[in-house]
């Protein structure tokens, strides 16, 4: 039997909303405006090893905690992206 015969995995864990600010300049001034863009990605321990299983081809369902708001669907949109 192929493992993509098999039944689903299912992964229980961390599904958040992780946030990276990167500044426009080389140099973060401490103290000071940091002109920049902020990355919004999924993460979570949980999440990460969903995407991982994902991309070896087998289906993979993740049960996390989930809020009702903007992020929400940001995450819910990314996890649907990477077939979890």
Do not use: T, W, Y
């Not at 863009?37 to 994902?54: E, F, K």
């Amino acid at each position: 039997m192929d493992i993509k015969d098999k039944q689903p995995v299912v992964v229980l864990g961390a599904l958040n909303l992780d946030m990276c600010g990167i500044p426009r300049d080389d140099a973060f001034h401490m103290h000071d405006s940091n002109p920049g863009s902020i990355v919004l990605s999924a993460g979570g321990v949980g999440h990460n090893i969903a995407r991982h299983i994902a991309r070896a081809g087998i289906e993979v369902q993740l049960i996390s905690l989930l809020g009702d708001d903007h992020a929400a669907g940001i995450l819910l949109q990314a996890c649907d992206r990477e077939g979890i």
